[in-house]
């Protein structure tokens, strides 16, 4: 099908164009259902040997919308098997229980963590396949009733509070774990863009890119102003996003962020094929962990 012209100006999207539509794609949505608090709160916990040094530790998101997001959690190779992981997640969900939150959601691969979080009650609600080879499933769990689960072991370590700094070793952390399970040469590719109307002003945009070596596209978000929606503007952002996918040869693309029940047709009708709903989150709607467009 030939794809339909716009009468807009088609730009490469600099990092801060990138950010303004970051910004304007999330006060839409958080517009759209009641939020449970006005900022999102990001948290660290961390473990640490005799001489201070982190040897497990866990990244932790409390949404506006009332659930907490385990991000990152990781345990240092020699202390692993020890109990320090179900430690840092139960102190995790009992900071975010006092803060009223109703969920506990994480994502993990198969060559990860997931026996683990079923321990502690964690259900998987989405699985999605072939990510370079691996699966990766969509986790959660009700903290505000009581999910029955195995009793843990005690640890002879200290949980204390991290820092940014300490947020972003724990990071490192995981990301040299999870790095033998990948290929070393996938570089990731910026396809960032915008369009703007006669006087510059930004008034659509697409933040995407792709994997050289995986050849998987990812869609984190796109944004249409409101006066220039139903025009084909977000159409076309995605459209000139697929041709160059497959130009490059990609046999897939995910779409990772921002999709909810009043959003998600406008993937499907498209082809994409959600992974796995999230029922209730936003309180009352629904929220998908990954849509996927095979080629």
């Known amino acids: 099908m030939e794809q339909k012209k716009i009468p807009f100006d088609l730009q490469v999207s600099a990092k801060e164009d990138s950010l303004h539509i970051e910004e304007r794609l999330e006060e839409y949505t958080y517009s759209q259902a009641p939020t449970f608090a006005d900022e999102e709160e990001e948290f660290s916990k961390k473990i640490t040997d005799k001489d201070g040094n982190i040897i497990a530790g866990c990244n932790a998101i409390i949404s506006r919308w009332g659930y907490v997001d385990v991000d990152t959690l990781c345990v240092a190779e020699p202390y692993r098997r020890q109990g320090l992981g179900s430690a840092l997640l139960k102190e995790v969900e009992r900071v975010a229980k006092e803060k009223g939150c109703r969920f506990a959601a994480l994502g993990t691969f198969d060559f990860q963590a997931r026996g683990l979080y079923e321990k502690h009650g964690y259900k998987v ?42 947020a972003e070793t724990i990071e490192n952390m995981l990301e040299d774990y999870n790095e033998p399970f990948f290929p070393e040469d996938d570089e990731y590719v910026k396809c960032n863009r915008k369009i703007l109307d006669k006087d510059g002003n930004i008034i659509a945009g697409i933040i995407a890119g792709y994997y050289e070596t995986s050849r998987v596209g990812e869609l984190f978000e796109l944004w249409v102003e409101e006066p220039y929606r139903n025009q084909g503007l977000g159409s076309f952002l995605v459209e000139n996003f697929e041709r160059e996918m497959k130009e490059k040869d990609a046999h897939q693309i995910f779409v990772e962020d921002y999709v909810y029940d009043w959003n998600v047709d406008f993937f499907k009708h498209r082809g994409y094929v959600p992974s796995g709903g999230f029922q209730d989150i936003p309180k009352g709607h629904c929220s998908y962990y990954d849509l996927v467009k095979e080629f």
């Open 125 to 166: 609600w989405a699985t999605v396949e072939n990510i370079a080879g691996h699966e990766n499933y969509g986790m959660s769990k009700r903290l505000d009733i009581d999910v029955p689960t195995r009793e843990f072991k005690k640890i002879e370590y200290e949980i204390q509070d991290g820092t940014e700094e300490d």
